[in-house]
Structures are given as structure tokens and as C-alpha cells.
């Protein structure tokens, strides 16, 4: 239920939407002063003909109709009956009155003024005392305009279609020289009359300049207006409009096409003013604003269209009434009848959890088992519930809408026999469910908002759990592990702020707790993985706080007391954090101040005691970029468990550890990633392990570490991979990204199940908010894994088992307009800018929000406190030139507008791939942690980088420069607001392109089908090209991996070339045993078959392993490592996934 804050925020969105669409129509603006409103107003114009013509504005897309498409059976075309009733408003010219030119000549005066002038009266008396003064400051009349509307009940044009049919009965039209449009013309005509009742109206045109004197007196105004006025250019309207209508028979239906056309024609001849620019100062003005047109029908129905997409999808209403031209449209039913709206809106009601179904982390501590088997009652109840709805909508269902529900009732099923088999693992097995009660004590504690778990959170942790512990090849036996899903991936698969990434972290933290009981005292239990590095940006801190109570309550466990703490490992590479810390710069340290270090910082609080008190120091003694507490009465020990230096993390392999996908090719180019995957056998007593002969921390120097290999401490580590591997916003794992993970990843399922010591699966999990085609994209990625989708598809279209749409709590207002007439960029801007003075408005005036109808508070502070979540703009750009466009645009002119209007002008801060790392947690800790809202940061302009992981409660009013070209794009980037409160997106479509206009179209049914028009993730592991780019870091990634660990000891590194030549030289090395090792590894064998998709991989494979063999050996190595020994041989070793093309470099001399 809603309190009354998030009702009142409803109320202020819907308000301020409202105001908004107002300012960019006109509809509130009467009359426009100073301005032309063909320049102000941005949505809904009907230009005339020549407008493109003459404009000059090339960035521009001019429209003059608008319109819909429907269709009416044959078999009602007799008795239908048409009245189309158009809308708009058409703008006259006026004179201005006495005090607007006062006003306009009072700012002109104070422009050249030193000291302003507070009224026009104090400009009048210094005149007065000094006529010389102001003797040359004249200025023309300023231009005002006033609209006047065509609607009425009288003004319309009716038609039979039948009788305008042609003698075959096939097509039929009303042009606009029909005998209804000249009845429409006549009404256009007296509404020109009503005008030459305005004593104001702009009746010739008057070129010269008024004066303060010409100002004094109502008098001496009207003198100057009847003495200036050029009596042989006479001004007059020529408007026009007409109705379009086309009638065609499609089978055994009519196509019938209505639309309105501003047929004005401007003028300009020896006689007459021209009115053909596009200025301030236009006589007359031939744009039809707000346009539009209501169709109502009698004696027939509007034929639904189908939607051929969703023919076999029986949860969503397929059929539509009508199609809009250059516009959406909107069908009232109960009056049989459709309207065009240039402004459709979207209202998208909140999805949430079934709270009511919530289990408490305390009753899973007092008593799991028992509260576990009371939700496999609720899921059992639920099923039935499902099976008695699939009866009663049965015979409605085409058959692929049958087979479909009982799919999904089906696996429903499983889903319940997934849950039930963790649920029996914890009876079954004690340390398991010693450690499932650790984790709920770790969430207990670490949680403040919160005391449960969402329903859908506990049975996803519960249904892992049997994946987990078969890992572990001592505890359940054979034929109970192949009842699990271990090798299956687990995708979990719920909307953007509803809570995987607690799900997903509650099967993490399990696994530490058993992992540590079962034996596994060190080394990495899971690895989170993220597409982009501000993705984890905020996740840093969230697996902080939740680690660290864990690691309380490790201490606290006699049984697993003396084992490694638990320890968080941020593996995203030198951009963001540093890949080594060299000597050049540990000594540099030495001489930095403390604020200078805190720079390099990932977390700011505690998460242990939660105070702001984290500092960062360089340690020498165990060459630790270390974070430390300050607060004295922290349970940290002060050394906080954070590892941010990638050689740190192999040197100490954090129990989990948050990377990006990225980082996988690094397994290729560095011996010591092998650790990650298969643990190290020695380690130095001060520096942590190691799996070759030296410390890692000799490499800086012996003043660093001069330990010798005879003092390291032997270590046999347990089952020593990972057991988890967390794949975040895994629909962005796609397209080349994809194809290159996808062989990295199936090489490490190789190197893991064959060679490490652990020999077994690492079980998969996938999350993501935006997926279609999930199947395909998983087995590609994963090598044939097949996923397992959690929570399975509902038979409902507003409910599951999980969570329901709550119809009473609006979560967003998405608005789209086209802005016809006006270059995109301009409107991108002024639409931000007209956004913000309907928000100042009400900051100015506080009281302003408790006016508003049905809102729920009642005093000023309240007022304020829901203004600061509107007062920050995100804006979203699909190329960042866009972006810095935008920027240009709000310093000039939009800001020094505001100053002039002493509205707030934009502080503006980017979001896109060329910030850095501590950019991007500078501007989200201002923005959620500022105490100032009003006087920081206000507009974020962002590209595609911000859809994901940046998540801000403050974040309600979006505005989208163009449709991103893909939809789960789309869905992320404004997932972003209305994390919490109501939220306006706005959606500037671009004119120009006629994808984003077939948004317009279907603007509704495009965000009322959204989910299931995501498009399928491109990915294809078997792409011809892409083995090109990943096979030489693949080959050394072998070596690395499986080769060196042991050869090291006889030959040396196999990081170095010659080394290389020499294993092979020795046998050592076989080509033959490579090349089958290489096979598996891309998948073109498995379990000993060959995979008929990986044959031109294999001879790709074959060749390259018989040319680099015979590279090796005949060349002669002096001290080349493998980039450089490579390059000279041809090839490139990935640093990255995303390094797959040579850098250009491009100067300016």
C-alpha cells in the first residue's frame, strides 16, 4: 500500500508531466509575447506545403497532415456513417498593448544601462530629466500572438463511405476539392471574422520603432499605432485546411485513411506582406498547432487489426482499431471512436513482490526446514491454480497457445521439484544447512530496510543449493549429483530493481559458509561478472557489506574459525584499478598525501562498522594497496578485506571476486590467472601465494621481497576452482563480445574439468532484466549448456507465483513526441529547459505542490523533500556526440535564457565511457548522498554506459534523445528511474528516421509489449573470423594453465619464447596433444565425438597449431616474452575481449 509520499510523488509527476506537455503545445501559453510560436512550440504542428521549401532549417522534418488508418467489414461498409470533427489552433498577429511594450523597451533600457531601472515609471522620470539620454533607444513593436481554436461541434465533415465508393466498389476518396470540404472551408472562414472583432488585431504591417515618449500615455501609444501603420500592406490569414480521405477494398475489408491537411498557402506578392521566414516578426502565421482529429463511426464497428507477432501468445490483447499517420492513436470505446495524439503516454504500473509471501530471515535461523516446506505448500496451491485456469481458457487457445500454457504449467512443475530437492538436501545433509543458516544470519545483518526475503529470492537460493553441493565429489553420492542441474546454467530472470542481485548473492554467500565446511579453507568460491566496468561500480560496496558480516560470523564459528577470511577481490583492469603496482610507483606512495591516495579508493564506507571512515595506504611490507578503517571501535581490525590490484588478487584469491567479462583473455597473457582457476601450491610468507618459482612481489625489486623458494610454505589446496561463476546483465553478452567469451568460456570449462585439480563443473548462473531467445544465447555462450530459466514464464500477463502489477501504484508516465518543425537537437533542449521551469516553479513557490488536487501532505518541508527526486534530469544519448552536442546547446543559449528567466541553470556532469571509474562514483555519491539537492548536480547526461548498475532513487525525470535502436536497451536505460518513487521518461523521437517514427505509431502497444518484443541476443560461437582473435591467446593460455606449472622447473618460464622453443624442443610440448586439447577447449570435440558446426575450426585450429610449432622451433629467441615473440610470428594475444582491431592513431599537425 502506498504512504502518503509515494502518493504525493504520483500526484507531483502527473502534474508536472501535465505542465509540461502544455508548454511544448501551447496550450498554456495565451498569448505568445516576443516570440514566434512556430519557434516555441514543438509537437503537434501542421506545417504548410512550402514550408520545406522556404525554411532553410535543413535539420528539420516537416509534416502537413495528420491522420489514421482502419478498417470496416464489408459487410458493414452500407450502414457505417463517418464525422470527422478536426482540431488545432491557429495563431493571429496583434499588436502589443500599451504595457507589454513597456515591459519589452524597460529591458532593452536596462541592457544598456549601468544601474537597471525597477519599474518603466523610473525610466519615464529619467527621460524626463535627461531627454538625451535615451534620445536613439527605439525599438520595434515586439510580436505577440494569439491563437484562436477551430474545434467546435459545428465544424466537421461527415461521409457514407459507401457512397463515395467507385461503380466497381473498390476504391473511393474525399480531396480537397470535395463538395464537404468547401462546407469546411466555410467555417474556416468565419472563424478568420472572429478575429476583426480584436481591436488589437495586427492589421497593417508597422515597420517603425516606438520610443519611450511614444510610450507615455495610452494616448500617445495609439497615436504611434494609427500613424505607423504602411496602409498599402494590408495583413490578412490565409488558412485552410481540408479532410483527406481514401477509400480501398482489401479483400473483404475496406482500408479507409483519414487525415487532416493544412492546406494553408503563404503569401507574397506587391500588395501583401511575405510571410515565407521563419523569424520573430512574422505578419502572419500559416501553421495549424495542437492538430488533430476525432473519428467517429456509426452503424459499424472499427475491424480489429491483428497483430500477426503475438498470434500464439494468449495473455496480451492482439488487436488494434487504427494506425496512426504521423501520430499515434487513441480508440474510446464506449463512444465508438478514434482520436490521433500526437502525445501518446504510457502509464506502466509498479510490478512488486508477493510481500505477503515473504519468508523472514529469522524464521529460516529458528527454523528453516520447517518454513522451507510451508512455501513447497504455497507453490503446490499455486500449480493448481494453474492447471484449473488452463481448463477454463483451453478451448479459446489456438493450438500453439495450448501447447505453450501447458508448457509453461509444466515447468512450473520442475520448478517446485527443483526447490523441493534443495529443500531436502538441507534435511539430508548438516553442514549444508549450517551454512544456509549462516547466510540468512549474514542478511539479517547486513540488511537495513529489510527483515525477509522476497518470495522468489529464497526458493532461487534454495534451488541452487543441490548445484552447489555437488561440487563437492565426497558428499552426496553419484546418482543423487546427476539429478542435479549443475551443468545446466541457472538464468535468473526478474525485472530491473526487484532484487536478483540479492538472490544471486545470497547463493554466493551460502556457498563461502560451505565451501569453508567442506573443507576449502582458502582460495576463490565465486567470481560476479559484469559486461561493463560501471556496472560494478556500485555492486563494490553492496558484496562488500554483505562479505563483511559474513566474515563476523566466520569468526565467530569454531568450525571455520581458523580459515581464510572471507575477502572481496575488484578485478576490472588498469583503467579503473592497476594491474601491478611496479617500483617506480610504490615508491612514489611514500610521498603522497593521504587525500592524494584516497583518490584510488573503491569503497568510502565501512562495511563492517558503516561509517565514512575508509582510507587507503600502500603497504611495503606485504605490498598491499590496502583499505583500512579509521573508527576505533570497528570490528574490521582496521585491514579491510579488499583486494584491488590484479596482482594482489593472485598473490591472496579473494573468496569472491567482481570482474568484467573482459578480464578473461587475461588468462592468456598472464601465468599467474591460472590461480583463479586451479589454486597455488606454494606461498610466500609474506606476500601471499604463488604457482611459479618466485614471489610476485620480487618483480618490483628485492627491497620488496627477497624471500627465497626454499621458505615458501607447501600448499595443497581443496578443490581449489571456483564453484560459482555470476554472469550479471547477461543480454549484453553479444555480438563479437559474445563469440570471443564464448571461447574463453568454454576453455576454462576444458581447463577445469580436465586439468585442475577440481575436475568437476563450475556451476553457472545467469541474471539479466531484458532476455528473448534466452536458449540459443546460453548454448552458444556456454559451450551446449542448456539454461534453465527461473522464475519460468507465467500463464498470466500481470502475475506469477513471484510478484504481481499493482494497478494503484504508478511507477512511470513514458511520453513520446516527434518534434516536426524543429531540429531535434533544439528540441532535445528546450524540452529540458521548458522541464525545468515547470519544476522551478513549484521549488520557487513551495505551496505550489500542496495545491495540487488529491495531494497527501500538507506542509512546506514535505513539498521540498519530494521535489529534490525531480529536480536532477538524466538524459540519455545513443552516441556520445549527441551528448556533447547537447551540452554546447545548454550553455549557450539554453542556461544564459534561465539566468536571464533567474531560473537555475543546468550543472551538467557526463555518463559515458570516457569517465573514469572514480568519475563515476564522484557523481553518484553527489547524487544520492548530497544534503544540497538543489545546488549540485542537475542534469546528468549519459550514453548507454548508465542502462545498467547505476541505480539512484533520485533519478524520476528522463528524457531520451531518440530511441536507442534496441529494445532491451531501451528497457535498462529507463529502467533507471522509478526505482522507488513515479517517474516521467519523455521520449524525443527523431523525426528523420522512420523506425523511430513507427514508434510513434505504436507508441502504447510498444511499451505494452515490450517484454516480448526484446530482440534475440546475436551471438554465434562458431563465427568464421572470430577464432582469429581469440586462438592465440587460447594457445598461451594453455600453456599458462597446463604446460608451466610443472615444465617452469626444467625449462623456465613459458612466458618467455625461448623457453617455449625448448619445452617443445624436449617433448615436452606435443603438438599432437595440443591440438586436441585445443579441440575441446573451442568444443569441436566432446566427450571424444566431433561437433559437425566446429569442423572449419578445426582445420582453422589444425593449421595454426602445425604454423606456430614450426614458428617456435625455427626461429632463434633471445629474451622475447609472448607479445612480442608472437607479434613477430603474426599474431595478436588478446589483453582484453574488446582488443580486436589495430590502433590507428589519427594527428593534427
Known sequence: MADKYSTAREKLAETILAEFKDKITGAADEPVVGDNPENKFFVGKLLTKDSDTNSGYSSDVFIESVGADFYIDKSEIQSAEITVFPRGEFYYRCYPTLEQQRVAMLEEANEISEEPFASFEDLLKADSDNPERFMKLKIKLIPVYKKISIASPNLSVFFRPA????????????????????????????????????????????????????????????????RSGKRDVSVHQNWSIYISVKIKRIKERYLISVALVNDSAVQSNDKSHQSNKRDKDKPTIETLFNSGIDILLHGAKYAPIELDYFLDDYKYDKEQQAIGLNCSVVFDRENNMISTDHLPTFVQKRLITNDSLAVKFQDLIDSPLETLKGVRKKMDTEIKNWRTYYDQKKAKLTPAGKEKMKAEIAEFQREIERYQMGVDILEAYPIVL??????????????????????????????????????????????????????????????????????????????????????????VTSIL??????????????????????????????????????????????????????????????????????????????????????????????????????????????ALPVYMVDSEIYRYLPSAIISTVDKLAILGNNPSFRNILSGAPLRCPRHGFTSTRRCLVSQAGAEFCNEE????????????????????????????????ASHYESFIDYFVRNVSPSKRRIKIIGATATISSYEEQ??????????????????????????????????????????????????????????????????????????????????????????????????????????????????????????????????????????????????????????????????IAATSMISHGVDADRFNVMFFYGIPGNTAEYI??????????????????????????????????????????????????????????????????????????????????????????????????????????????????????????????????????????????????ADEGIFDGFTLMGYHIMNSLRDTDAQLIIELE
Open 778 to 939: 546460453i548454448m552458444q555462450l556456454y559451450g551446449g549448456r542448456a539454461p534453465i530459466r527461473f522464475p519460468c514464464a507465467s500463464p498470466y500477463s500481470n502475475k506469477n507465483f513471484y510478484s504481481f502489477i499493482d494497478e494503484t501504484d504508478t511507477q512511470r508516465l513514458i511520453m513520446g513526441y516527434a518534434p516536426y518543425g524543429k531540429a531535434i537537437i533544439n528540441s532535445v533542449v528546450y524540452s529540458l529547459k521548458y522541464m525545468r521551469e515547470v519544476v522551478y516553479k513549484y521549488l520557487s513557490t513551495p505551496e505550489r505542490v500542496l495545491s495540487i488536487p488529491g495531494m497527501t501532505i500538507t506542509t512546506k518541508e514535505d513539498a521540498l523533500k519530494i521535489l529534490e527526486d525531480y529536480w536532477i534530469f538524466l538524459e540519455y544519448n545513443n552516441v556520445k556526440r549527441d551528448g556533447n552536442n547537447v551540452e554546447g546547446a545548454l550553455e549557450t543559449p539554453i542556461n544564459v535564457e534561465l539566468r536571464k528567466e533567474n531560473v537555475p541553470e543546468f550543472k551538467t556532469r557526463k555518463m559515458t565511457g570516457d569517465e573514469s571509474f572514480q568519475d563515476v562514483r564522484e557523481v553518484l555519491a553527489q547524487v544520492e548522498n548530497t544534503d544540497n539537492v538543489f545546488d549540485g548536480i542537475n542534469l
Open 972 to 1117: 535498462q536505460a529507463y529502467s533507471r528511474t522509478g526505482r522507488r518513487y513515479s517517474s516521467v521518461v519523455i521520449d524525443i523521437i527523431r523525426p528523420s528516421r522512420e523506425t523511430d517514427r513507427s514508434y510513434l505509431n505504436n507508441f502504447v502497444n510498444f511499451h505494452k509489449f515490450k517484454d516480448i518484443l526484446v530482440e534475440p541476443v546475436p551471438i554465434n560461437r562458431w563465427a568464421t573470423k572470430a577464432i582469429g582473435g581469440t586462438l592465440p591467446g587460447i594457445f598461451t593460455g594453455l600453456l599458462f594453465t597446463q604446460y608451466d606449472p610443472s615444465i617452469q622447473y626444467s625449462v623456465g618460464s613459458l612466458f618467455k619464447m625461448r623457453n617455449i622453443k625448448k619445452a617443445i624442443q624436449q617433448g615436452l610440448i606435443q603438438k599432437d596433444i595440443v591440438l586436441s586439447q585445443l579441440l575441446q577447449a573451442y568444443g569441436c570435440e566432446v566427450n571424444g565425438d566431433t561437433v559437425d558446426l566446429g569442423n572449419q575450426y578445426r582445420e582453422y585450429i589444425e593449421s595454426f597449431t602445425n604454423n606456430i610449432f614450426t614458428e617456435i622451433v625455427d626461429r632463434n629467441w
Open 163 to 226: 457512397e463515395l465508393l467507385d461503380d466497381g466498389g473498390a476504391f473511393g476518396d474525399i480531396d480537397e476539392r470535395s463538395r464537404e470540404n468547401q462546407l469546411l472551408m466555410d467555417q474556416i472562414d468565419l472563424i478568420k471574422e472572429q478575429i476583426n472583432s480584436d481591436l488589437f488585431h495586427y492589421t497593417y504591417v508597422i515597420n517603425e520603432k516606438t520610443t519611450i515618449r511614444d510610450l507615455q500615455t495610452e494616448e500617445s501609444y495609439r497615436s504611434f499605432l494609427a
Open 434 to 523: 549450517k551454512s544456509f543458516v549462516l547466510m540468512n544470519r549474514a542478511f539479517l545483518a547486513t540488511s537495513k530496510k529489510y527483515n525477509t526475503w522476497r518470495l522468489f529470492q529464497i526458493v532461487f537460493i534454495v534451488s541452487l543449493i543441490p548445484d552447489i553441493v555437488a561440487c563437492d565429489e565426497n558428499i552426496m553420492p553419484p546418482e543423487e549429483k546427476q539429478k542435479t542441474t549443475l551443468s545446466e546454467v541457472s538464468l535468473l530472470y526478474f525485472p530491473t530493481g526487484g532484487g536478483k542481485t540479492e538472490a544471486f548473492l545470497g547463493v554466493l554467500v551460502f556457498n563461502l559458509f560451505f565451501d569453508r565446511f567442506r573443507g576449502k579453507d582458502c582460495g
Open 709 to 740: 623458494v626454499q621458505n615458501f610454505e607447501e600448499i595443497k589446496m581443496y578443490d581449489p576452482a571456483p564453484t560459482l561463476f555470476i554472469q550479471d546483465e547477461l543480454h549484453l553478452i553479444r555480438e563479437s563480445l559474445g563469440t570471443y
Open 529 to 638: 561478472r559484469y559486461p561493463l566496468r560501471l556496472l560494478s561500480v556500485q555492486q563494490v560496496q553492496r558484496l562488500a557489506n554483505t562479505l563483511a558480516q559474513a566474515e563476523l560470523l566466520r569468526r565467530a564459528t569454531p568450525l571455520i574459525s581458523e580459515t581464510e577470511e572471507f575477502s572481496l577481490g575488484y578485478f576490472v583492469g588498469d583503467a579503473n584499478t592497476p594491474n601491478t603496482i611496479g617500483r617506480d610507483r610504490a615508491i612514489r606512495y611514500r610521498g603522497m598525501t593521504q587525500e592524494e591516495i584516497d583518490e584510488e579508493r573503491i569503497i568510502d564506507i565501512c562495511p563492517f562498522c558503516g561509517q565514512p571512515t575508509v582510507h587507503l595506504r600502500f603497504n611495503e611490507e606485504t605490498y598491499r594497496l590496502m583499505h583500512f578503517c579509521t573508527n576505533p571501535v570497528c570490528e574490521s581490525g582496521e
